[in-house]
C-alpha cells in the first residue's frame, strides 16, 4: 500500500508544504475536508489555503524544524475556528525539501479546557468581589468591583444601574469605564428616571452584538460607540425581608472582548452585589430602629443621645433645648385604651415635626425634647411660641413645656436641666391643679384668691432696712398681708397653701404692681428712692418667660429696674442650683439687683455663693435670734458676714433685730446693714410715706442707748 493511501486513512488532518515556496504539495483526506470550501489546494500557498492570509503566518515554526524529531506545538484557526496540536518536521517530498505536519483537532478539549480556566477566573473574580464588598459597607467598593467585571470581559464599560419603584428616589448608576472611553453615567440615571419600559420590564439576561441600531431595544440602549454589550437584571429587596421590591437594575458590560455571550461572571456579581445590598439596606434598617421611634418616626433617646454628644464636642454653638410632656397620657390609656393614646402621641409629635423638623426626640412614652443648633433667640423663641400656640388649638394635645436657650453656649447640660425642670414645674402645676378640682375647697380657692385681690383684703407692708452704724435708710422690704374681720393674717397661715395649690404668683405680682405703682408715685412726687425689695416664690421663678413677665410690669409703671431688689430663698425646693443660677443672671442683665433671703434658715448651702452673684445676703432671723448667748451662733455670723464682705458687689443684712444687744454683736462683727423691730416694724403704706419719704426725714432713729 502506498503511503499517501495510507495518511488518506488517518484521522488527522495532515499536509506537505514546500520549504521554500509555502506551495501545498499534498493534503490527505481529512485535510482536503477541512478545506472543502476551496476549490484548488494543491499548488497554492500553504497561507492562503489553511489560514485565509496573504503572507506567510508570523507564528510558523519553519526555523526549529528538524529533520530528525517532531516539534510540537498549539494554535488557533481563525479561518477555521478550530484549535489545533499540530507536529512538524523536516521531510523529502518526491525530491524536494518539505515539511510535514500533522494536526490533531483538539478544539472540544480547548473550550473545555477554556471553560474550566474561565469558570476559575470567574470564581477568582467573584471572590474579588466578594473580599472588595465585606471590606465596607458603603458605596465606594462598587466602582472597583465594576473595574474588576471590566478586566474579566476586557470590556470599555462596566456599569451597574439601579432603577428604584415609580421612581421615587434618584437612581442609583455606579460605572467603571476604561481611559479614553466616555462616561455613560448621566445616560443610564436618565433611563432610570424615565424608566424605559424595555430595560425595567425584560428582568433577563440580555446580549446584543453588531451595530447599535440595528434592533429597537439596541437603538436605545446601545449609544454610538457600543458595538456590544451583555447585562444581566439585579433585583433586591427592602432588606426588611417583606418581600417587597426596593429596586430593580441592571448589570452590564460595553464592548466586552472575552467570553462574550457568556453572562455567568454578570450573573454571580450580581447575586453577589443583590446580597450585598440587602445586607447593607437590613443593616441601616436596623441602625434606624435602633435611632428610631417607631410610633411617631422622630428620634429616639438615642438618636437624642447622639445629638447631644455633638453639641458637647462643639462648644460656642446657640443651643435652644424644649422639654415636651404629654399630661395625663397614663389616665387617657387607661379610660380610652392605647390605641387612642398612640394617637394622641402621634398628633403630639406632628406638631412639634411641623415646627422644629429634625430637632425633635421622642425620649419616652409621654416625653419629647427639642434640641436645636445654630439657632438664634429669637428664632427659636418664635417657633416655641407658634408651637404652644398650636397645642393650644388643639384641645386634645395638653402639655407641659419647658423651654431655653443660650448663646455660644458651653454647657449644654446645664441648659437641659433647666429646661427639664422648667417642664417638670408646669407639669406638677397641672397636677396640682388636677387634684385641686377634685376638692371643693382647692377648687374655689383661686375664685377666693382674686376675689380677696379685687377687694383688697391684700395688702402690702414696708420695713426699713438700714445702716446699722448711721441708721440710713438704705432699702425697703414689701411684705405682703391679709386682712379679715379679724384683724391681720400672718403670711404663714396662707402662703403655704398658694403656693401648694400654684397660686402664689398672683399675689407675688400683687405685691410687685403695688410696689412699681409706689416707686412711679413717690418719682413724680421728687421723693428720694431706695431700691424695693419683693420676695418671688420658686413657682413664680419657674414661670415661662417670668423675666421679661417682671420687666414689663416695671417697664409699664416707668420704674428702672435697679430700684426693684428680687429675693429668692436658699432653700427653693425642685429648683437646681444651676436653674437658680440661670434665672438670677438673666434678672442681672436686665438690671435688676438680686438678694438671697433666709440664709441658714434650713440649712448653709455654701455652694450657692459660689455660681450666684448676689447683692446683698440676708442671714436669717433664726441666726441672729442666738448671737447674744449662743457662741457658735456668733461664729457662725461672723463668717458669714466676713465672705460677703469679700465677695465683690454682696452686702450681708441681718433681719430680725430685735434687741440693742443682738445690733451691738452685729456692730463688733463688722455687719453694716441690718433690719427688725428694733427699728422698725412692717408698716402700712401711709404710715411709712408719713415717717419716711420727706428727704428731711429719710433717717430711721436709732435706740438712744446704743452709743450712736
Avoid at 530 to 554: F, H, Q, W, Y
Wanted: include cysteine.
Amino acid at each position: 500500500m502506498r503511503h499517501a493511501d495510507i495518511l488518506n486513512k488517518l484521522d488527522e488532518i495532515i499536509y506537505v508544504v514546500d520549504m521554500e515556496s509555502y506551495e501545498l504539495l499534498y493534503l490527505n483526506r481529512a485535510a482536503r475536508s477541512l478545506c472543502a470550501g476551496e476549490r484548488e489546494t494543491l499548488g497554492r500557498k500553504c497561507y492562503k489555503v489553511l489560514q485565509g492570509r496573504d503572507e506567510p503566518c508570523h507564528f510558523c515554526p519553519v526555523d526549529n524544524l528538524r529533520d530528525d524529531v517532531f516539534h510540537c506545538w498549539e494554535y488557533a484557526n481563525l479561518k477555521f475556528g478550530r484549535h489545533f496540536l499540530v507536529r512538524d518536521k523536516i521531510v523529502s517530498w518526491r525530491g524536494r525539501k518539505a515539511r510535514l505536519e500533522v494536526a490533531v483537532d483538539v478544539t472540544r478539549q480547548q473550550r473545555e479546557k477554556e471553560c474550566l480556566e474561565r469558570r476559575l477566573n470567574i470564581k477568582s473574580t467573584v471572590m474579588k468581589c466578594v473580599r472588595l464588598l465585606e471590606q465596607t459597607s458603603d458605596d465606594e467598593p462598587l466602582t472597583d468591583l465594576l473595574a474588576l467585571v471590566a478586566d474579566f470581559y476586557m470590556a470599555d464599560r462596566a456599569y451597574l444601574a439601579a432603577c428604584r419603584p415609580c421612581g421615587e428616589r434618584v437612581p442609583q448608576v455606579r460605572e467603571w469605564h476604561a481611559p479614553g472611553v466616555p462616561s455613560r453615567g448621566d445616560e443610564l440615571r436618565r433611563w432610570c428616571k424615565e424608566g424605559h419600559a424595555a430595560w425595567r420590564e425584560a428582568r433577563e439576561r440580555i446580549v446584543i452584538a453588531g451595530p447599535a441600531g440595528e434592533e429597537d431595544f439596541a437603538s436605545v440602549v446601545s449609544p454610538p460607540g457600543v458595538d456590544a454589550f451583555m447585562s444581566v437584571p439585579v433585583e433586591w429587596g427592602d432588606g426588611r425581608g417583606s418581600g417587597a421590591r426596593a429596586a430593580v437594575g441592571y448589570l452590564g458590560v460595553d464592548n466586552p472582548r472575552h467570553a462574550f455571550g457568556d453572562t455567568s461572571l454578570l450573573e454571580s456579581v450580581a447575586y453577589v452585589v443583590r446580597n450585598w445590598e440587602e445586607r447593607r439596606l437590613l443593616r441601616r434598617y436596623l441602625e434606624g430602629l435602633s435611632f428610631t421611634d417607631v410610633l411617631t418616626g422622630l428620634g429616639n433617646r438615642n438618636r437624642y443621645t447622639a445629638a447631644l454628644e455633638a453639641v458637647r464636642g462643639a462648644p460656642g454653638s446657640d443651643v435652644g433645648v424644649a422639654f415636651v410632656d404629654i399630661n395625663g397620657l397614663k389616665a387617657l390609656n387607661d379610660r380610652f385604651g392605647h390605641d387612642y393614646g398612640d394617637r394622641l402621641i402621634v398628633k403630639v409629635a406632628r406638631i412639634l415635626k411641623n415646627v422644629f423638623d429634625d430637632c425633635v426626640f421622642r425620649t419616652g412614652g409621654d416625653e419629647f425634647v427639642v434640641l436645636c443648633r445654630d439657632m438664634s433667640q429669637m428664632e427659636f423663641s418664635a417657633r416655641v411660641e407658634r408651637m404652644l400656640a398650636l397645642f393650644k388649638a388643639a384641645p386634645d394635645c395638653v402639655v407641659s413645656c419647658g423651654s431655653a436657650w443660650k448663646g455660644a453656649l458651653q454647657d449644654v447640660d446645664r441648659l437641659v436641666r433647666y429646661a427639664d425642670e422648667l417642664m417638670y414645674a408646669e407639669k406638677q402645676a397641672f397636677y396640682k391643679t388636677r387634684v385641686g378640682q377634685r376638692s371643693l375647697h382647692h377648687s374655689s380657692l383661686l375664685e377666693e384668691t382674686l376675689l380677696s385681690l379685687k377687694k383688697r383684703e391684700f395688702l402690702v407692708q414696708l420695713q426699713p432696712k438700714v445702716r446699722l452704724d448711721s441708721g440710713r435708710l438704705v432699702g425697703v422690704e414689701a411684705l405682703v398681708r391679709k386682712r379679715d374681720a379679724g384683724g391681720l393674717i400672718p403670711p404663714d397661715r396662707f402662703i403655704p397653701l398658694l403656693e401648694s395649690e400654684f397660686l402664689i404668683r398672683h399675689i407675688d405680682f400683687f405685691v410687685l404692681h403695688t410696689i412699681c405703682s409706689l416707686l412711679a408715685t413717690w418719682r413724680r412726687a421728687g421723693a428720694t428712692l431706695v431700691p424695693v425689695s419683693v420676695n418671688l416664690s420658686r413657682i413664680t421663678l419657674m414661670e415661662r418667660g417670668i423675666v421679661g413677665k417682671v420687666a414689663d410690669v416695671c417697664d409699664c409703671y416707668r420704674v428702672p429696674h435697679s430700684y426693684i431688689d428680687l429675693e429668692i430663698t436658699e432653700s427653693v425646693d425642685k429648683l437646681s442650683l444651676e436653674s437658680l443660677t440661670e434665672i438670677s443672671e438673666r434678672f442681672r442683665e436686665e438690671g435688676f439687683s438680686i438678694s438671697l433671703d433666709d440664709f441658714g434658715a434650713r440649712y448653709c448651702n455654701m455652694s450657692i455663693l459660689t455660681r450666684i452673684r448676689f447683692n446683698s445676703v440676708k442671714i436669717d432671723k433664726s441666726i441672729v435670734d442666738g448671737i447674744c448667748r449662743n457662741e457658735r451662733a456668733r461664729i457662725v455670723t461672723k463668717h458669714s458676714i466676713e465672705i460677703c464682705n469679700e465677695l465683690e458687689n454682696a452686702r450681708a443684712v441681718a433681719e430680725g433685730i430685735e434687741t440693742q444687744g443682738q445690733l451691738d454683736v452685729l456692730r463688733s462683727l463688722h455687719c453694716h446693714y441690718g433690719q427688725g423691730y428694733l427699728f422698725s416694724p412692717p408698716l402700712d403704706i401711709d404710715v411709712f410715706e408719713a415717717r419716711y419719704l420727706s428727704p428731711s426725714a429719710f433717717r430711721v432713729p436709732l435706740p438712744t442707748n446704743s452709743g450712736s
